[in-house]
């Protein structure tokens, strides 16, 4: 059963907060449900809505994960974002008995509802 605790978030929050400084990235590490650790980015120099190439609220909200697919400048920091995400994540699914057992889920939120990315230099 997927579970990501506070703990865990702590381990992790370094080195997030680390990767963000490298590539200017201003962004959150949150926790919903007990079972989804969320990476909240507020600003960056990267166009995530172009390079995930997927159609996105007005280019303001964006919600991606481990299976997205980032091309251009922010790739480099997508792919390392979701490695430090997947730290102690495990995956024993079988699609084909409908049985899924994964450690917790991933999720990387680019802006929010209200409050859009704001892309920087």
Known sequence: MAYFSQDQKKAIAPLI???CKKHNVKATLSVTDMRTVCLN???SPFD???????S???RQYLQLSQY????????????????IL?????????????????GHYVR?????WNKPHVMTD
Not at 108 to 112: K, L
């Open 41 to 43: 980015i507020k600003s």
């Open 17 to 19: 907060k680390a990767l």
């Open 56 to 58: 996105a609220v007005a």
């Open 108 to 112: 990387v939120n680019v802006g929010a």
């Open 86 to 102: 997947q730290t102690g994540n495990y995956n024993n699914s079988d699609v084909q008995t409908d049985y899924f057992d994964v």
């Open 68 to 83: 997205s697919t980032i091309t251009g400048k922010g790739s480099k920091f997508f792919n390392e974002a979701i490695s």
């Open 48 to 54: 995530f809505f172009e390079e995930a190439h997927e």
